[in-house]
């Protein structure tokens, strides 16, 4: 068998293009999602060709660490191995701190850095069994910058950095690497619900003047990923078009 893994919020964005390039070169994906991904998942596979049979859906939101364990435990217990993970399912709800609530900034912790958390917990023990594991955590540019109303959000991603370094110490010698990709501004329904002087800012801000596509993102996940990148550990991938330097 193929490689296995797990890509959250891999049904659509992002997330889509990284499912589209793993399953292309062979690996089974489970997307990992909230209950309108399952639709989204069938839109994808059926643009897929003959790797749609090596995409499965399983519902799941990552903020619940039992529901994580639960659909990790599933996926092992089905295909007999988990390869890799990739925590990709994010969310946004900004405003500038003074309008900020408290559950806006513990929605967006809950699902950008506890999910994270979660899954990795609810994988690692597995790959520390087999000496071997791929982890890519998604992060983001204004984890390295801060960004005007995402208090929240940019803790959660700055705070991914952490994570992915830390447990990239903690399991160094077991086989298993865990970097992070920091994109800048992607082309996806995320930052199609910005506002569009913002989006506008942005793209003027970047040296390449432009939005990054989902594609550009996923083809460093896959690079991050492959069997013969275990050099590569703790490390942060930045796709920002030269944004961030
Ligand atoms: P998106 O909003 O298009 O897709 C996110 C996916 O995650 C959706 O399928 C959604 O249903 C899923 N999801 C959301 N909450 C979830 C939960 N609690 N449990 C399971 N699944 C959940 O987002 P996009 O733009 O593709 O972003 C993907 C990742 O990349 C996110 O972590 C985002 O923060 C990050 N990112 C995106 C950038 C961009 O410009 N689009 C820039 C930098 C980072």
Redesign the pocket.
Known sequence: MGRVGIV??G?????AAITSLLAEDGASVVV???P??RE?TEALRASLNGAAKRVHFRE????HYDVCKGIADEVRAQYGQIDFLVN????TADHTIRNMTVEEWQAVLA??LS?PFFMTKAVLEHMVERNYGRIVN?S??VGHTGNFGQANYASAKAGVMGLTKTVALEVASRGITVNAVA????N????AAMPKAAVEAAIQKSPERRLGQ?EEVARVVRFLLDESSGYITGAVYDVNGGLYM
């Open positions: 959250t919020g049904a659509r964005g992002i997330g990992m999602g909230l309108p991904d989204r799941g939101n990552v903020a990709n399912a994010g969310i699902v950008n999910g998604i983001s540019v994109p800048g501004f992607i996806t329904d995320m930052v989902p």
